[in-house]
Structures are given as structure tokens and as C-alpha cells.
């Protein structure tokens, strides 16, 4: 069975920094293509990155395009999101999803990351 | 990017009764392979999204066949056959046609 765990979350004031990190069991985590989609409180989902099978391809929402940075470990079949100079407009769940057929079949439970001072 | 627009955004739905939302999008969602990624989600109240149907008409594993998904193009719809107390919650459609991915407003399900 698929299994994705977020981890990272928290409270962070605006400016700050965070890295989100997602591990992956069940599946052979190498095969894929993985992403983070966030969710604003109250909001609808938005995908944010994805990265390709290795870290030589990746791509961002143009909102977090230079402040975000997605990578693997596939030998430890975790993914990972290194978040600087974080906005109010960052708060949000952040889930890790991964590509299937066909994008996201199957996501985490989330982590929250608030930025507020 | 592709706006996908969802409608009704709120759909209030009598048990065992049939429901239906319908999902647009500002361009055609046929690839250059043929096939067509557009998907649809289901999230329950508290919980991460879960994938529904994809490729238009595929049903995930688990999913009940109450479900169904159809469309072409620039249009989609989501049918639910009979509605039961379990499928409360907010459904979004989704494409992956065209970069980057995008997704609906969402449409909130709830029992009359």
C-alpha cells in the first residue's frame, strides 16, 4: 500500500524559512514523478512543484518560483521542499502527492506551515 | 494556465438521490498523445484529496461504480448515482493537459 507521510510544518514569521520533507513507502519511490499541492485555509487545492524521476528537472508555480526549492532522496524515498522568504500568502496545508497514472493518485495527510509574525 | 471552472459550487443532494457536477475548461484537454488528463478528486470534510476518476472515465481503485466520470474536450461532468452520507464533501476537478497542472474551485456536497 502506498503510504505518504509530511513532516515540517509549523510557525514561521514572514521572511523565514522551512523545509517540509515527505516519506514514501510502499511503492518504488525511484519510478516516479512527485509533487506538492498546498491548500490555503478555507481554500481550494493548488499544485506548487514537481519533480521529475531525478533532480535535474523540476518545476514551480511562478508564486514561489526562486523561493522554493523541491528535491529527492531516492535512495531514502523521501521528498523534500525547502521553503525561504515565506509570505502570509504561503499559509497553507502542504501535501505531497505523487504521479500515477495520470497525476496525483495518491496524496499525504498534510502538514501546516503559518506564517505570521 | 488553463482555467477550469466548476458548477454548482454547492450542491445540496437528497439521499440515494442522483448528482451531477459539471467542470469547464478554457482549452481543450486532448494531448498530443490522444489522451485527455483531466481528473477528479474527492475531499471528505478533515481529510487529504482523494483521487476519484481519472483519464475522464477511470475509476480508481476502491472508488464505487456510483461514481462516474464523462466528457470530452473542454467539458466534464461527474455523476453520482445515488448519493450516500459518505460522499459529503468538496470535489475538485483537475487537468494536467497543459503546464502547469490546475484545478476547479471546488464544489461542496452536502445532505439536504
Known amino acids: 500500500e502506498v503510504h505518504l507521510v509530511e513532516s515540517g510544518g509549523g510557525l514561521v514569521q514572514p521572511g523565514g524559512s522551512l523545509r517540509l520533507s515527505c516519506a514514501a513507502s510502499?511503492?518504488?519511490?525511484?519510478?516516479?514523478?512527485m509533487n506538492w499541492v498546498r491548500q490555503a485555509p478555507g481554500k481550494g487545492l493548488e499544485w506548487v512543484a514537481s519533480?521529475?524521476?531525478?533532480?535535474?528537472?523540476?518545476s514551480y508555480v511562478d508564486s514561489v518560483e526562486g523561493r522554493f526549492t523541491i528535491s529527492r532522496d531516492n535512495a531514502k524515498g523521501s521528498l523534500y521542499l525547502q521553503m525561504s522568504n515565506l509570505r502570509a500568502e504561503d499559509t497553507a496545508v502542504y501535501y505531497c502527492?505523487?504521479?500515477?497514472?495520470?497525476?496525483?493518485?495518491?496524496w499525504g495527510q498534510g502538514t501546516l506551515v503559518t506564517v505570521s509574525s | 494556465d488553463v482555467v477550469m471552472t466548476q458548477s454548482p459550487l454547492s450542491l445540496p443532494v437528497t439521499l440515494g438521490q442522483p448528482a451531477s457536477i459539471s467542470c469547464r475548461s478554457s482549452?481543450?484537454?486532448?494531448?498530443?498523445?490522444?489522451?485527455?488528463?483531466f481528473n477528479w478528486f474527492q475531499q471528505r470534510p478533515g481529510q487529504s484529496p482523494r483521487r476519484l476518476i481519472y483519464?475522464?472515465?477511470n475509476r480508481d481503485s476502491g472508488v464505487p461504480d456510483r461514481f462516474s466520470g464523462s466528457g470530452s474536450g473542454t467539458d466534464f461532468t461527474l455523476k453520482i448515482s445515488r448519493v450516500e452520507a459518505e460522499d459529503v464533501g468538496v470535489y475538485y476537478c483537475?487537468?494536467?493537459?497543459?503546464?502547469?497542472?490546475?484545478f476547479g474551485q471546488g464544489t461542496k456536497v452536502e445532505i439536504k
Open positions: 502527492a505523487r504521479d500515477g497514472d495520470s497525476f496525483f493518485d495518491s
Open positions: 510502499g511503492f518504488i519511490f525511484s519510478n516516479y514523478w
Open positions: 519533480i521529475r524521476l531525478t533532480e535535474n528537472e523540476r
Open positions: 482549452q481543450s484537454l486532448v494531448y498530443s498523445d490522444g489522451k485527455t488528463y
Open positions: 483519464r475522464v472515465s
Open positions: 483537475m487537468q494536467g493537459t497543459h503546464w502547469p497542472p490546475t
